[in-house]
């Protein structure tokens, strides 16, 4: 079963895809993963993430899923952490630049991109409309292009050739 709401999902291989993280009804935190396939239509345990975390992104490739960024224990990360689809292993990996929650993901099968989210915090946090590019190969963050717009709890989706960023939130504050 899927747990919990804010979960973060991204699907990038023929027939996984994984879901982890978000929060309980009584707004509690989770490090679940729950692992989806597609060819019998079942959900298993997938590696829980290495700490409770809400409000985080994922970006992916044939190979990978790449968990980043979020909230835990009230603290905003820029901590990655990496979940090999076959061997189902997982693993620390480099820091995003800047610690941020509410982003969305895109990427292809060589980088990701983390895009907008919430920068800042309280009693200031603002949305943001930058964006960091993870290179598969070598494990690096670097500054990506700014989106349009600043923006957080926004959607994302790519293919080999491009990412598209969509929707979201113009303010810090959305309930």
């Given at each position: 079963?899927i747990h919990g709401?804010?979960?973060s999902s991204?699907?990038?291989?023929s027939?996984i895809?994984?879901?982890g993280?978000?929060?309980?009804?009584?707004?509690?935190?989770?490090?679940?993963?729950d692992?989806?396939?597609?060819?019998?239509?079942?959900?298993?345990s997938?590696?829980?993430?290495?700490?409770?975390i809400?409000?985080?992104s994922?970006?992916?490739?044939?190979?990978?899923?790449?968990?980043?960024?979020?909230?835990?224990?009230g603290?905003?990360?820029?901590?990655?952490q990496?979940?090999?689809?076959?061997?189902?292993?997982?693993q620390a990996?480099?820091?995003l630049?800047?610690s941020r929650?509410?982003?969305a993901g895109v990427?292809?099968?060589?980088l990701?991109?983390f895009?907008g989210?919430?920068?800042?915090?309280?009693p200031?946090?603002f949305?943001?409309?930058?964006t960091?590019k993870y290179q598969y190969?070598n494990?690096?963050?670097?500054?990506?292009?700014?989106l349009?717009?600043?923006?957080?709890t926004?959607?994302g989706?790519?293919?080999?050739?491009?990412g598209?960023?969509?929707?979201?939130?113009a303010?810090?504050?959305?309930?």
């Open positions: 079963m709401t804010d979960l991204y699907i990038a291989i027939n895809g994984l879901f993280g978000g929060r309980t009804d009584a707004l509690a935190a989770l490090s679940v993963v692992r989806y396939n597609f060819s019998d239509n079942t959900v298993s997938g590696l829980n993430l290495s700490a409770e809400r409000q985080l994922a970006i992916s490739n044939k190979s990978y899923v790449l968990f980043a960024g979020g909230v835990s224990s603290q905003r990360l820029k901590t990655t990496i979940q090999d689809y076959t061997s189902m292993t997982t990996k480099t820091n630049n800047d929650r509410n982003m990427s292809n099968n060589t990701g991109i895009g989210g919430i920068l800042g915090g309280y200031t946090p949305a943001t409309n930058t960091e190969s494990d690096s963050v670097s500054t990506g292009t700014n349009l717009q600043a923006r957080q926004l959607g989706c790519g293919n080999s050739s491009m598209l960023f969509g929707g979201g939130f303010t810090s504050t959305y309930y």
